[in-house]
């Protein structure tokens, strides 16, 4: 019997002022199995898989199901097994794991390969924006330029010396709530706002030029009016800048926060950012991550 794992790492977009455009690929990762079968199935373990059902709204078949539409194929059957290791409705991807899983599959299984490009087109579509999906495939910080079949994908280096700081809460926040309360018009100044400092970012996570960092990572588009939604937001600002860190963000749309910070401070941030939730009442899983290099990686069973 055909089976293939798939492996796809979290991701964490728009660090602050890359909106949209802007996601890095993490080293948390969520891992999926299929196995061509007499009949479709789908069994869950992890951290919230009791909120995962083979229904019409799982994003991972429905994914399955829209590469062989679009390629006008008919699907086989698979028995699908999935481990989580991303939370689900915390801003880190967990949604594009599932669409970058579900067409990988649907393509090694097809009579009709397509190449990533592609399948990276197709993501884009299911997504929506490109900001999570692309770093899933690719690996690294990616910034993506475009539109509909256009697009430019630009990796983006990051000094070593910048550490990411993930601090995930025991609530999560709809990725829907966390649109709804954005502003339908913006001022231009607050748009040239965030191009200079999107393009003070590039050069700021090249270079890890400290000053650089803690100017780049502030945004006028969507932070100011979301972290309303992010309880204690402000306070764990306060305790990052006080232990030394570069800046805080809300990683895509929340409710984790991420911390950039130079290698010496990571721990006391940590142990900081995770002190505070506490005393909020808030329990926090707060840790280190590493940029995942390799993207979305596709192994044959035996």
Known sequence: MSSISIQVPATTA??????????TALSLYNEFEFSLSDKTSLTVTGDGAQQITLSEDNLLYKSFLYFYREMGLNPPSVAINIKISVPLARGLGSSATAIVAGLLSANYFS?????????????????????????CFLGNCILSVGEKNNWQFVSIES???IKFIVGIPDFELSTESARAVLPKQLSYHDAVYNIAHLGLLIKALETGNETWLKEALKD?????????????????YQT???NGGYGMVISGAGPTLLALCHSRQAENIITGIKNTWLNLGVNADVRCLAIDTQGAILNKNE
């Open 159 to 161: 000094h070593p010396d």
């Open 111 to 135: 009579e009709r390969q397509q190449p990533q490009e592609k399948l990276m087109d197709m993501a884009i579509e299911l997504e929506g924006h490109p900001d999570n999906v692309v770093p």
């Open 240 to 242: 990052v800048m006080d």
């Open 14 to 23: 728009n660090l602050g002022s890359g909106f949209d455009c802007i996601g």
């Open 220 to 236: 006028k588009l969507h932070q100011p009016y979301r972290k309303n939604l992010i309880k204690g937001y402000d306070d764990i």
